[in-house]
């Protein structure tokens, strides 16, 4: 057992002892007001402070977090350096920015298309936060399911502000994308007789969730990464998109890229250009841990920005109600909601179940956040509070060996600290997960700037404004594929001009003209873990 504290101690025994009389009951679902005023009062979402007005591009006049309105706002890096356009080191169809489950099925679909792909990645393929996704993929694909119900479900969880088009299409792909999926080899959880093994989440009303242990990102990962290398499809690694280019016409025609070891800057240019770029975490928005990967900086709603892209939503994030709060070592680490699928229940310090485990994740982080704060029922730990998962409820409900089984990668994470998940309770708290918004696109995958697609985490719409659980890991592929397909048409008929980055100056004199002087460069590209003076 790990070096618990006093305090922990007492209050696991209080949860030890509610445990029999918990097992079996009913525990209520908050009413759609009860649900309201707990987001209102206690989502991040809705701390004002933590806002600010955008003064310049498209969505000049909306709000979003300070952290990214740093980098929206921010100079840009290729404002500093002398780049000849005319020096191209790539001439390709389709550039893929981003190397994770979205940008590899963009890249195999424009593959499909007879185009000449390539894929360009700020750090290796495969280091996205598709590696990082454990609980599963949601699809309508059982008799008792439809995409209609999938698409109700959704749309609840999203505050009815999903795009119609988006959610319609991820929702009636779902089959289909894991079909294909399962047909690269992707090894999912099957009973004996063959057919997927499927779960609730929170939000949903049918049991859809495909899962691979709980692991599946990484198993989706590894099998893209295989088609996308079985291909041939060339690939850099270790070079990320600082800026998009755009041709005379205005149209995007490529990107600025750097080599992250050298600082050698490279032009690729394009006749069309997916972003592929994931999501933000590593922003630590409002100070929170982050379950995403260390590249998940935002970058493509950067570049995208100030190449007149518009955004949706990007005022949202998703906290995911159960983040690791200790120990220490795992701080904010992703414990995956199949935790609470499989039964595990959240308890107070005084070995009370507070909520139903089920929620949406943005009402069960809120309803965690309000028993910390508001009623200090939280439990102190090392970095602030948490809340129990009472996981050995697991092994009662489904009998011993389910923890082993199901979620083996849960056990292994809280083993390596000596907590052994099928005995002891473990310790949670939100943590930053998921960027609802991100980069608006039509059902084609088009922004609103010609020859700029976008697919995975950098969209904004797909959610409305939260998630369900399991719907990134199907957008990423939904959308993915839909650009790669979209995008590998298009360049058939696409006609580059000449190179230019007047849109970055334009941007520059924009700022200026607000009054604003960024000294912040941006994109960010990896995040500053420095420790600061004072
Ligand atoms: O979709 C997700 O974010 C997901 C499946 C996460 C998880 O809890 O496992």
New binding site residues.
């Given amino acids: 057992m790990y070096n618990y504290t006093q305090e922990q101690l007492d209050s696991m025994k209080k949860v030890e002892a509610s445990r029999e009389q918990r097992v079996g009951a009913e525990l209520r679902r908050m009413t759609a007001e009860e649900k309201q005023t707990l987001l209102q009062n206690f989502h991040p979402d809705y701390i004002e402070s933590a806002y600010e007005t955008l003064k310049v591009g498209v969505n000049k006049g909306d709000k979003v977090l300070h952290e990214l309105a740093g980098l929206l706002q921010g100079k840009s890096r290729v404002l500093d350096m002398n780049i000849n356009l005319e020096e191209v080191a790539y001439d390709v169809d389709v550039l893929v920015i981003g190397g994770g489950g979205a940008g590899c099925s963009a890249a195999i679909e424009a593959d499909n298309k007879g185009a000449n792909v390539l894929v360009v990645t700020k750090l290796r393929v495969g280091d996205a936060n598709t590696m990082m ?5 949601q699809a309508a694909d059982k008799p008792n399911d439809s995409p209609a119900i999938h698409y109700i479900d959704a749309l609840g969880g999203g505050h009815y502000a999903n795009k119609p088009e988006l959610l319609s299409k991820l929702v009636c792909e779902a089959p289909e994308a894991i079909q294909w999926l399962n047909d690269l080899g992707v090894m999912f959880d099957k009973a004996e007789d063959g057919t997927m093994i499927t779960t609730h ?1 929170g939000g949903t009303s049918r049991k859809r ?1 495909h899962a691979c242990r ?1 692991y ?2 990484a198993e989706i990962m590894r099998v893209l990464r295989d088609e996308v290398a079985n291909r041939n499809i060339p690939v850099i690694d270790f070079a990320p998109a600082i800026e998009l280019i755009k041709d005379d016409e205005g149209k995007v025609a490529g990107a600025v890229l750097m080599n992250l070891e050298t600082g050698e800057i490279l032009i690729a240019k394009a006749k069309t250009v997916i972003i592929a770029t994931g999501g933000a975490g590593r922003l630590h928005y409002q100070g929170f841990p982050t ?1 995403n990967h260390y590249g998940a900086t935002a970058d493509g709603l950067v570049i995208a920005y100030r190449a007149g892209a518009k955004l949706l939503y990007a005022d949202t994030l ?1 906290y ?1 109600p ?1 983040g690791a709060a200790f120990p220490t070592q795992i701080f904010g680490a ?6 609470r699928s499989l039964g595990a229940q959240l308890v107070n310090k005084e070995g009370v179940a507070f909520m139903n485990p089920l929620e949406t ?1 943005d009402v069960s982080a809120s309803s965690i956040i309000r028993e910390c704060k508001e009623r200090g029922n939280g439990i102190k730990t090392t970095d602030g509070e948490g809340i129990w998962l009472d996981t050995p409820m697991i092994e009662i409900i489904g009998g011993e060996g389910t923890i082993e089984k199901r979620i083996p990668a849960m056990m292994r994470m809280f083993g390596k600290y000596g907590i052994d998940i099928r005995k002891e309770p473990i310790l949670i708290y939100p943590t930053l ?2 960027q609802n918004g991100g980069i608006e696109i039509s059902a084609n995958g088009m922004t609103n700037v010609e020859n700029l697609y976008v697919a995975g985490e950098a969209v904004g719409g797909i959610h409305g404004r939260n ?7 199907l957008d990423i592929i939904v959308f993915g594929r839909n650009a790669g397909k979209e995008a590998g048409e298009k360049c058939k008929t696409v006609k580059v001009g000449k190179l230019s980055l007047n849109h970055v100056n334009d941007f520059a004199k924009e700022l200026k003209d607000a009054g604003l002087n960024p000294t912040e460069l941006s994109p960010r590209i990896l995040p500053d873990y420095t420790k600061k003076e004072g």
């Fill in positions: 996704a454990e609980g599963g993929i989440g969730m709980d599946s990102g379950s998703q995911h159960t992703l414990v995956t909601e199949k935790v994740r997960h998921y998630r369900l659980m399991g719907n990134s890991l």
